[in-house]
């Protein structure tokens, strides 16, 4: 079963604009990380956030961890044509050995 | 180059003839996985290693075997490949959490 869940499912925007992708999980969590995947290709690890950390930031990218609301956000600033992908969350959860993968966001950036 | 191969990359077979997918880390990683990938499911853990000889289930294991006798190598077994196991394959290693992805195998069985 899945344990993350993105919100929106797709997302279409104009290159300078924002992008602001959600995630929800279900239980307690040792980190919260954000992959990046190109059609059909392996994922590609963004950022990580662990669970005693608020807000992260890494270049254009800023993540945010509520741990109280058992969500996360991550925001792409200035978007390129070139961030056009899918963007998965994915938690590492306490007292299990593997990660939890949601459905992802597909993120459209239009030039 | 610090990488997770997998071989191969596209494979097309029929239901109930075996196949192997190669998956090996050049990262010295003691942690790694699979995992299948389908529209609107994202991505789902199959098997993952803890170590060499250490391997457990992931969410879906049913119709799979793996093994782990080097740290460098994690095969993916299909010993009765069904339609409904056509899908895109990632195997990962691990270090600190962070995963690495090799670039996917995509079997169709038909």
């Known amino acids: 079963s899945q344990q993350g869940e993105e919100d929106p499912q797709a997302l279409s925007i104009q290159e300078g604009e924002n992008a602001t992708m959600n995630c929800s999980y279900k239980t307690s969590i040792n980190n919260l990380q954000w992959y990046r995947q190109n059609s059909g290709r392996g994922l590609v690890h963004l950022i990580l956030?662990?669970?005693?950390?608020r807000e992260k930031h890494s270049g254009r990218l800023r993540v945010t961890l509520d741990t109280s609301k058992k969500s996360s956000s991550l925001l792409i600033t200035a978007s390129r044509a070139a961030d056009t992908a899918s963007y998965f969350c994915?938690?590492?959860?306490?007292?299990?050995?593997?990660?939890?993968f949601g459905a992802g966001t597909r993120l459209t950036v239009k030039p | 180059e610090a990488q997770v191969t997998q071989n191969p990359r596209y494979l097309i077979t029929v239901t109930g003839k075996k196949l192997t997918v190669t998956c090996s880390q050049n990262m010295n990683h003691e942690y790694m996985s699979w995992y299948r990938q389908d529209p609107g499911l994202g991505l789902r853990q199959i098997y993952y290693?803890?170590?060499?000889?250490?391997?457990d289930k992931g969410d879906v294991p049913e119709g799979y075997k793996v093994s782990r006798k080097e740290k460098r190598n994690f095969p993916l077994i299909l010993e009765s490949p069904s339609p409904n196991q056509t899908s895109l394959y990632f195997c990962?290693?691990?270090?600190?959490?962070?995963?690495?992805f090799g670039p996917g195998t995509r079997l169709l069985v038909l």
């Open positions: 990962a290693s691990s270090s600190r959490g962070t995963q690495y």
């Open positions: 956030i662990r669970s005693n950390e």
């Open positions: 290693s803890m170590n060499v000889e250490v391997t």
């Open positions: 994915a938690t590492d959860e306490i007292q299990r050995n593997d990660m939890r």
